[in-house]
Nanobody, 121 residues
Framework: QVQLVESGGGLVQPGGSLRLSCAASGSIFSIYVMGWYRQAPGKQRVLVATVTSGGSTNYQDSVKGRFTISRADANNTLYLQMNSLEPEDTAVYYC???????????????WGQGTQVTVSS
């Protein structure tokens, strides 16, 4: 059983910063891609940023230069440093991972339960 647990969400004023964390635990052999997605009220879930096992990153245009994604493979943890936050960043942020649970096994997709980020004065 694999679990992704997010933390670090909360209420912050415009221009402020937050750091989200996502800890992956369980029977994990290798994590290939990890990412953050967000879903605002009444809208679809969209990609925020991803990072591969090789360190390649990809960002949604609206967060480029403000958000930084990183991962610590030693403890299977994903981070999202969010700076210069705007009210439009308000959403539930979800952690996602594509991983395998055994050598030569198939890849599976996992989601965390989400953490609320609210940017408001």
């Amino acid at each position: 059983q694999v679990q992704l647990v997010e933390s670090g969400g909360g209420l912050v004023q415009p221009g402020g910063s937050l750091r989200l964390s996502c800890a992956a635990s369980g029977s994990i052999f290798s994590i290939y891609v990890m990412g953050w997605y967000r879903q605002a009220p009444g809208k679809q879930r969209v990609l925020v940023a991803t990072v591969t096992s090789g360190g390649s990153t990809n960002y949604q245009d609206s967060v480029k230069g403000r958000f930084t994604i990183s991962r610590a493979d030693a403890n299977n943890t994903l981070y999202l440093q969010m700076n210069s936050l705007e009210p439009e960043d308000t959403a539930v942020y979800y952690c996602h991972a594509i991983l395998s649970t055994r050598i030569g096994g198939p890849n599976f997709s996992y989601w965390g339960q989400g953490t609320q980020v609210t940017v408001s004065s």
